[in-house]
Structure formats: C-alpha cells, structure tokens
C-alpha cells in the first residue's frame, strides 16, 4: 500500500486528486479527529459527496470552501448514514435547492434515528446491554440519553432524495460514476467508481490503517453485519489494483486489492482469537479484551460491545459458537466441538 499524500489537507483548503474530483477535509470532536469530503465536478458546478457532522464550526468551513469554488453546489451525495457523514447534508441540500443522493435503507434508517425513540421505552437498550454483560452503572451510563443524540448533530435531513443503487451509473456532468454498495459498517453504504479517472471514492467501506466498526447494535441485536461486510468487501478487487483509493477517514492510498485481503484476515483473526477463548463460557464483556487491547471509555464503549457481538453472531450463525441466556440474564458463548472455523 502507499499513501498519496504526506500528511492531510488543512481544514478549508482544496487539494484537486485528479481533475474534476477535489479534497476536503472537516475536524470531528472524537477521537478520529478529521473526516475527509469530496467535491466532484457536475454539470454547472460541484457535487459534495459527505459532508462534516452538523456543527456551527463546519458550516463556517462550509461557507468558506463555497465562495472558493468556481461554481454552485449542484447536488450532495451521502455514502452513509453516520452523523459525520450525513450532518449537513439537509443544510447544504436545502440551501442550494439540489438534488441529495443516498441509497434507499441509509436514506429511511436515517431518518428514523433522527426521529429519536419516539416516546418508546429504553427497556430494549438496557436489555441489549445486560445480555452483553454490562453492568448498572455502565448500562445506566450508555442508555440515560434522550435518544436526540442523532438530530443533535444532523441538521434536518431532506425530505425527498433520489436513490442510490448497486451497480447503477450515476451521470454528473461529463462524468460517470458506478455506484458500489458495501454492507456492514452501515446497512446500504455507497461507494463511487469512476472507471475513466480510475478513482474510487470508498467512504468508511475501506479505510487505510484504521478497520472500519463492524457491529450488531441495540436496533437489530441479532444483526449478522460481519457476514455483510466480507460478503460486500470482495467485489472490489475486481477493480484495477493501482486504483486511487479516497477513504473517507485517513490519506487517500493505492493498494485496494491488499487493503481488502487485510481487512478480510483482521476480521478473521478476530473469529479466530473468539473461537479460542470461547472453548468455555465467556459472555460479551468477557470477551472485550480478546478483541480491544486498550482500556475503553464509555463512547468506545458502545462500539466496542457491538463490535465483539458482531463477531459472535456471525460464529453463532454458522454453528461454531452455541449462545445461552444464563441465569443473572447474560449471554454466553461456548465453541463447539465438531464446528471450527474454516
Ligand atoms: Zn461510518
């Protein structure tokens, strides 16, 4: 793999990656302190592809790029439904009056988190928890917010879109751009392959150094999100392997097919390294260190436990772990003896 690039673009700067198809970059106040934005040229103008969380400090940056382009926003595309990715998108859709992209689950799934819980009861967040083995404190910790968490960061989003789909070509001007769609990280992410520039605009599908979280969340408990991702993840070697890669977090990169074989085995030797551990009882707290070396804020927290169950529900799925509801309430997770892991 190597880097394009030394080190990131500044916060209201343009690096142009190819012609038509520029580098932004907006700041995020986690831990992953930047994400990377994309503008590509459309006919009359240019199209955001992701766009910052919904803070006043991008939308200044916001209005600074916009008096440095030469010419109008003409649509916003989103890949995923992340507040980082999706934050402004409403503001700048609706602003420039212009068509908002997204592929058809991120888009609805969006939505209802914004809508927040809706009056509905807590209860099966707690629940989630306590099967992970959490215990009060923390449960209390992760589930004691007002379920706005989501709109507070996302302005409002649109309330029409136009679909995004797998293997559809999406004409921007003189430009075409094939539309890939990676499961797992989010439920219908898309990614963006121009064939005549060779660029692959990879949102947190395919990330450089970093592995993007694969996780079962409270909303779909069972969710078997690992088994999306390796089953989404192949389909890009079969673009050329010297493609430039434009991730959505780190430096743009060229080495796609190696950065997909590593993400494939970091996954497997996850499976592996469970597999082991559960030769008896383990619950999902249990199992954390396995997976995360470092001691886990609560924010980290909730990542990681949805991590970690991501990776037992693909091992329950396919017969290699057993699950039991244990007295106090807990999952726990034993490997079998005549299934292993291929
Ligand atoms: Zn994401």
Redesign the pocket.
Known sequence: MEYLYDKQVEPGELIEVADGVLWLTMPLPFELDHINLYLIRGEGGWVVVDTGIGTSTTKALWEHIFKKLDGPIVGVIV????P??IGLAGWIADTFNVPFYMSQTEYFTARAFAAGRNGATVDRDVQYYQRAGLDEVMIAKLTSGDGKGYSSVVSPLPISYTRLKQGMVLSLGDNEWNVMIGRG??PE?ACLYNKKKNILIS??HILPIIT??IGAYSTEPDANTLDDYLDTLPQFKALPNDTTVLP?HKLPFIGLHERVDSLMAHHHDHLEALQIACERSQTVVELLPVMFKRKLSSRNMVFAVAECLSHLNYLHSKGIVSRTLNSEGVFEFKASEAKRLS
């Open positions: 890949t995923h439904l992340h980082d990715h990280h989010s992410h949102g947190d993007p979280n959505a």
